[in-house]
Structures are given as structure tokens and as C-alpha cells.
């Protein structure tokens, strides 16, 4: 048994295992790890100027690029969620995320209608096309920021990894997107705590879940939100209206063998709100659990909230006292 922890992704890795029988042994080495995290970064990175994703983002206009295998998966998959979510969805929303003043240029300034509509010719998945490994933009300016699947992404790898080195019992967890196997020491479930979404009690717990062989992810924008003119405006955009969402929903968990898609759904149900995003969950076949707000003290922070889930969530929830 064993666990390693070490910095990725503007974030923490954290990986732990132990064998169950003496013939049964995890061969994983540290090394290996660190060096699948920064290939990854490598093409996925909106940070780093030269990752391969950078280069695509500085791409003109109807040019066709070669992705490589492991990129071509995850804009084929942002491209899948994007269908399915009707645009709820998308990887190009970046441009307004920033105009909103939640990228790294943090303006307060609410922005004009003059500025949201030039944003909003170069947002859209649609101006986007991908076929088999290449890809090609309509327009220069569309940028690409795979944050909702990279994080859950490593953590699919990792775990394959894990799994080709003999390693039958492990968790692992990249800034708090988690993928288990089998079970823990006491050969129980895996036991995975959900925040509670309010800022002044970060770190609280709500609920814990019990997870074998499946992945957990949280989105929530308790951690990240501002204030304009007194009226909070999350960093959430709906790239439906390209207008911050109106949802209520302050943090969303999905259940899902694939941390990837576990991570990329998350977002959407931030986006989609109560009734619709637990819709969605139950048409596309996956637990969710959503934490909303039900009312807002006057020119504070503090709200209260409830919880909903749906049925395929229930199963995985600590039984009622």
C-alpha cells in the first residue's frame, strides 16, 4: 500500500492504494505518475503559451491542425456533451468567461452590449470543425479552454495506468475530481465527501458517498463569484444566452464510471439549473446531486440552500437516520 501527492494543474494529485491479497501487487512508481501529469498538461494547458493546446488557440482562421490522440479525445468528447446539452455545453465560452471578469484579466466593469456581441461572434462549438484527429476554426479569435474535462481526463488516465501496474485497489484524486476501484482498507466502498457550498464554512462537509469502481466530480461556484452594481454574477456563463446563468444551482455532483465525463457533466448541470439539469442527468443515465439556493439575505453573501437529487443517486447516499 502506498500514496503519493504532488502539485498538477494549478492543483493537487493525490493517489492512494493498498493490496487485499499477499499474491496481489501495485507496481506504480512516482516518477511515472509526474511524467503522464506533465505530458498531459503539455496539450491541455491554456496556461502554459507552448502547450499543444495553445497552439491550436493561435491558430488563424481555416487552417486544419493535426491533434494528437490524446487532445483529438477530449475536444470529441466536449463536442458529444455539447450536442447532447443543446450548447449548455461549450469549450469556446472562454472569451465571455473573461469578459465577465473571471479569466485572468479580471475587469469589474459590467461589459457592453457592443463587446458581449463581438465575443459572441467567435464563441460556439459550431465554429469549430473537427473531423477523425484534425480540426479547423472558422475564426481566428475562437479559443478553446478545456478546464471542465482535463482535470477529470488525468484522472481516467492515471487510473488506467494504476490498473496496467497491477494496482486492483486505489482512489485517485486530482483537485478534488476523484476516480476509485475496489475498496478502501477497511473493504468498504471508497468514502467521498461532498462540500457544503457555502463560503463560509469552505471545507464543511454535506454528505459523504460510498463509490467503488466509479468517479465523482463537483462543479460549484460558491468558491468563485462576484459582485456587480450589489448583484452576484456567477462564473458560470449559460453559453445558450453568452449571459452569466441564471440557475440557482450553487454546486452540482455527478457519478460516472469516467472522471472525464463525470467533470464535463457537473458543468452542464451548473448551467441547466434544477428541474432541466436533474432531467438531464436521468435521461443520459447518471446520479446527480444538486445543492441550490433558496433565498438570499438582502446585500450579503449568506443564503440558504436545498439539496435534490435523483434516483440513481439514492442508492449511493448514507441511509436516513
Not at 142 to 159: E, I, M, N
Amino acid at each position: 500500500s502506498g500514496q503519493f501527492s504532488g502539485p498538477t494543474m494549478g492543483t493537487m494529485y493525490a493517489i492512494q492504494w493498498h493490496d487485499v491479497t499477499s499474491g496481489q501487487s501495485c507496481q506504480i512508481r512516482q516518477a511515472e505518475v509526474a511524467d503522464l501529469l506533465l505530458q498531459i498538461n503539455a496539450a491541455m494547458s491554456t496556461y502554459l503559451p507552448d502547450s499543444e493546446l495553445s497552439r491550436v488557440n493561435q491558430t488563424g482562421a481555416d487552417v486544419w491542425v493535426d491533434l494528437s490522440p490524446e487532445l483529438a479525445e477530449v475536444i470529441s468528447v466536449a463536442q458529444t456533451i455539447w450536442q447532447q446539452s443543446a450548447g449548455a455545453f461549450d469549450v469556446t465560452v472562454g472569451p465571455l468567461v473573461n469578459l465577465w471578469g473571471f479569466g485572468p484579466d479580471t475587469g469589474v466593469m459590467r461589459p457592453s452590449q457592443v463587446q458581449q456581441q463581438q465575443a459572441g461572434e467567435y464563441v460556439g462549438m459550431d465554429k469549430l470543425e473537427i473531423i477523425g484527429s484534425r480540426l479547423r476554426k472558422q475564426h481566428a479569435d475562437l479559443y478553446v479552454d478545456l478546464s471542465a474535462l482535463a482535470k477529470g481526463y488525468a484522472v481516467d488516465r492515471l487510473a488506467q495506468l494504476m490498473s496496467q501496474r497491477g494496482c486492483e485497489q486505489f482512489m485517485v484524486d486530482i483537485g478534488g475530481e476523484i476516480r476509485t476501484k475496489g475498496t478502501n482498507r477497511r473493504g468498504k466502498p471508497w468514502q467521498i465527501g461532498i462540500e457544503m457550498p457555502d463560503p463560509n464554512q469552505l471545507g464543511t462537509l454535506h454528505t459523504v458517498l460510498g463509490l467503488s469502481d466509479l468517479s465523482i466530480a463537483t462543479s460549484g461556484d460558491y468558491r468563485n463569484f462576484r459582485l456587480f452594481d450589489g448583484v452576484r454574477v456567477d462564473h458560470v456563463i449559460d453559453p445558450r444566452t453568452m449571459l452569466p446563468a441564471t440557475s440557482t444551482v450553487v454546486s452540482a455532483t455527478v457519478l460516472h464510471p469516467s472522471a472525464m465525463w463525470a467533470d464535463a457533466y457537473a458543468t452542464v448541470l451548473m448551467v441547466l439549473g434544477v428541474e432541466e439539469g436533474l432531467a438531464f442527468a436521468s435521461e443520459h443515465g447518471f446520479p446527480a446531486y444538486v445543492m441550490y439556493r433558496t433565498s438570499t439575505l438582502d446585500g450579503t453573501q449568506t443564503f440558504s440552500f436545498a439539496a435534490r437529487y435523483n434516483k440513481r443517486m439514492a442508492g449511493y447516499l448514507p441511509a436516513e437516520e
